[in-house]
C-alpha cells in the first residue's frame, strides 16, 4: 500500500541529490494523483509546491489536469 510506497520514497530522498529528490517527489506526487490515492492538494503537499504549480507540472508528465470519475462522467452525458 502508500506505507510502503512512502518507505520506499523516504530510502530514495536520503540517497538522492537535493535537485533530484525534488524531482523524485513531484514524480510520486504526480503518480499518486492519477492513480486518484491523492487529491491535487494533498499531491502538492508530497511534492512540496504550490497546489497551483502543482497542477501546471501535470502536463509535462501527460496526466489531465481535470478528472472526472465514472460517476461524474454518467452525468455529464445525461445532462448533455
Request: hydrophobic content about 50%; overall charge positive; cysteine-free.
Amino acid at each position: 500500500g502508500l506505507g510502503v510506497l512512502s518507505m520506499l520514497i523516504g530510502v530514495a530522498l536520503k540517497l538522492a541529490p537535493a535537485g533530484a529528490a525534488q524531482e523524485l517527489r513531484l514524480a510520486a506526487a504526480v503518480k499518486l494523483y492519477e492513480l486518484g490515492r491523492l487529491s491535487s492538494g494533498a499531491a502538492a503537499q508530497l511534492a512540496g509546491i504550490p497546489r497551483v504549480v502543482f497542477l501546471t507540472k501535470l502536463a509535462d508528465y501527460g496526466v489531465p489536469t481535470f478528472r472526472l470519475t465514472e460517476e461524474e462522467l454518467r452525468r455529464e452525458l445525461e445532462n448533455a
